[in-house]
């Protein structure tokens, strides 16, 4: 059974910087799209970043771009989100996702999504 672990939540302040990590069980990122999402209180879920693995190619957000980066481990099987000059905006619960199927490139739709870790709360005080 494949699940999807995220970690790295917590509270921070305005400005700060975090790192959230996404690490498969059951398979590899190998040849998958991987994608961060979050979910503000109130608010639709929304796209933030994703990565196609064998390509390398990544896409981010507007309201992302500049500020947060996505990195990876092969090694270690994990990819992980660095946000910098986090906004108040940016408080949400985040969500990593992973496509298997047509996985070329880095994917924007959810609904594309097959496995969906259960979250991590990210907190950004003023």
């Known amino acids: 059974q494949v699940q999807l672990a995220e970690s790295g939540g917590g509270l921070v302040q305005a400005g700060d910087s975090q790192r959230l990590s996404c690490a498969p069980s059951?398979?590899?990122?190998?040849?998958?799209?991987v994608g961060w999402f979050r979910q503000a209180p109130g608010k639709e879920r929304e796209f933030v970043a994703a990565?196609?693995?064998?390509?390398?190619?990544?896409r981010y957000a507007d309201s992302v771009k500049g500020r947060f980066t996505m990195s990876r481990d092969n090694a270690k099987n994990t990819l992980y989100l660095i946000m910098n000059s986090l906004k108040p905006e940016d408080t949400a619960v985040y969500y990593c996702a992973a496509r298997t199927i047509g996985a070329w490139y880095p994917t924007v739709e959810e609904d594309m999504y097959d496995y969906w870790g259960q979250g991590t709360q990210v907190t950004v005080s003023s």
């Open positions: 990565i196609a693995w064998s390509s390398g190619n990544t």
């Open positions: 059951g398979r590899t990122f190998s040849s998958d799209a």
